[in-house]
Structures are given as C-alpha cells and as structure tokens.
T-cell receptor, first 109, second 114 residues
Framework: RKEVEQDPGPFNVPEGATVAFNCTYS??????FFWYRQDCRKEPKLLMS???SGNEDGRFTAQLNRASQYISLLIRDSKLSDSATYLC??????????FGKGTTLSVSS | DTEVTQTPKHLVMGMTNKKSLKCEQH?????MYWYKQKAKKPPELMFV???????INESVPSRFSPECPNSSLLNLHLHALQPEDSALYLC?????????????FGSGTRLTVV
C-alpha cells in the first residue's frame, strides 16, 4: 500500500465551480501535512499547510482528519489560473516529505 | 532571499559522461533534499542532508553521488547514467528536518541521458 494516496483525476470543471480533492495517508507517524501546486514542467510550490483545526486561505480551504488519516483541499469559485496538478504531501517522522501522485485540475471558461 | 537555485536548468549527457547538478540556498535552512520526478509522477525522495550530513539514502544507485560542501550548497554527482535516469531533478530545503515544516523547491534540472 502506498504511503500517500490521491485520486489522480483529471477533474475538469467550469470557471466558478467548487472542487474538492482528497488524500489518505497510511503511516501513523505522519506529523505534518501540506498541499502543493505544480504547474506543467515547473517545480512544486507550497500552497498551504494543513492543520487539524482546518485552515483557509482565500478561496482555498484545507482540512485534516487524523483519526481517518485523511486530508482534503476545497477550492471555491475556480479560476482558469487554478488549472494545475495538486499534490498532497505528508512529512513522516524519520524520513522526509512524501508526495501523493497528484490530482490534475483543468478549469475551463 | 527565499529561493533555492539550481543549475543547470537543462542538461543532456551521454552514458559515459560525468556531470554535477548544483543547488544553493541562503535561507539558513539546515536540511536539504534531492528528489527525482518523472513525467506525470510525483517527486520521489532520493537523499536527505541534515546539518550537512547525509541522513537518508533511499536506496539510490551508486551512479548518483550526493555531496554537501557546506550548509548552503548541495551537489549531485552523476556518472554512468542510463537513459531511464532522464527526469527532472529537484532540490529542496527546509528549516530543519525534524520540525516538519514545508519545503522550498528549486526550479529543477531537466536531465536527458542519451
């Protein structure tokens, strides 16, 4: 079983839509959680950290459920510029940041 | 300076060549990482340096040899690579490996082995 599992999509949505991505992790030694955004042929860029209390940054909301070992990312009012691959990442004690396969989002007008 | 700088951006090398990838950060980060990313795949961890010492080698073949000359620099020496080693090689850094913070990635070196 992979350490971090993500639905690869693709998710094709119209502008203005709300879209949610999910990610599960298997290692209970996971200590911190992140969502990264990666544009085609570019490096991953940190979108936001994910906290148990949930956190919001503008149109983006991240949630963590430690009991279910599950993290999510909600994007509201999708923009064309949100089209990218979204990678969930888990920092596991004793190792380093491990990435899910990524979910591809395509927002169309 | 909040950047991780990688050079070169692109590299084409033959299977008998020796080349090096370079990575530099001036954020005072004490942990640095090498990742390899193939097309349509997530970044895969190769090496972790913490306080200039190699702390993790993810069973990477010996044709890849990392080096950390000082706290700001990380190199990846390449020798006798195979075409399947063609990939995007990403360097990253973080404040401290144990704190669990997010990583800052460089823009990567796109390597083609011919």
């Amino acid at each position: 079983r992979k350490e971090v599992e993500q639905d690869p999509g693709p998710f094709n949505v119209p502008e203005g839509a709300t879209v949610a991505f999910n990610c599960t992790y298997s290692n209970s030694a996971s200590q911190s959680f992140f969502w990264y955004r990666q544009d085609c042929r570019k490096e991953p860029k940190l979108l936001m950290s994910v906290y148990s209390s949930g956190n919001e940054d503008g149109r983006f909301t991240a949630q963590l459920n430690r009991a279910s070992q599950y993290i999510s990312l909600l994007i509201r009012d999708s923009k064309l510029s949100d089209s990218a691959t979204y990678l969930c990442a888990v920092n596991i004690i004793g190792t380093a940041l491990i990435f899910g396969k990524g979910t591809t989002l395509s927002v169309s007008s | 300076d909040t950047e991780v700088t990688q050079t070169p951006k692109h590299l084409v090398m033959g299977m008998t060549n020796k080349k090096s990838l370079k990575c530099e950060q001036h954020m005072g980060h004490r942990a640095m990482y090498w990742y390899k990313q193939k097309a349509k795949k997530p970044p895969e961890l190769m090496f972790v340096y913490s306080y200039e010492k190699l702390s993790i080698n993810e069973s990477v073949p010996s044709r890849f040899s990392p080096e950390c000359p000082n706290s700001s620099l990380l190199n990846l020496h390449l020798h006798a690579l195979q075409p399947e080693d063609s990939a995007l090689y990403l360097c990253a850094s973080s404040q401290d490996r144990g704190q669990g913070g997010g990583y800052t990635f460089g823009s990567g070196t796109r390597l083609t082995v011919v």
